[in-house]
Nanobody, 123 residues
Framework: QVQVVESGGGLVQAGESLRLSCTVS????????MGWFRQAPGKEREGVSC????????YYADSVKGRITISRDNAKNTLYLQMNSLKPEDTATYYC????????????????WGQGAQLTVSS
């Protein structure tokens, strides 16, 4: 069974930085795309960023572009999301997802999801 585990959430002040991590295991495919999504209370889940098997294939939501960087370590099957200049609006539960394939899209189907990591940014 595929297992996706996020880590690195917490409570930070506005303007600070944080890095989220995600590890996936149990996939039958050697190549897969990975993405970060978030959902705030009372809001729809939105895509934050995704990265394909080729690290050069990345997408960022307009709300976070310029403040975050997505990266991956294929040898460790680990995904990272470096978040800088955090804002209270970034407060949400962040989910990591994985899907077999080479390229990524934020609107494509992701079959494997983690339980989420809570990030709270205080003003």
């Amino acid at each position: 069974q595929v297992q996706v585990v996020e880590s690195g959430g917490g409570l930070v002040q506005a303007g600070e930085s944080l890095r989220l991590s995600c590890t996936v295991s149990g996939l039958t495919s050697d190549d897969y795309a990975m993405g970060w999504f978030r959902q705030a209370p009372g809001k729809e889940r939105e895509g934050v960023s995704c990265i394909g098997w080729s690290a050069g294939d990345t997408y960022y939501a307009d709300s976070v572009k310029g403040r975050i960087t997505i990266s991956r370590d294929n040898a460790k099957n680990t995904l990272y999301l470096q978040m800088n200049s955090l804002k209270p609006e970034d407060t949400a539960t962040y989910y990591c997802a994985a899907e077999p394939g080479w390229a990524c899209r934020l609107d494509m189907e992701y079959d494997s999801w983690g339980q989420g990591a809570q990030l709270t940014v205080s003003s």
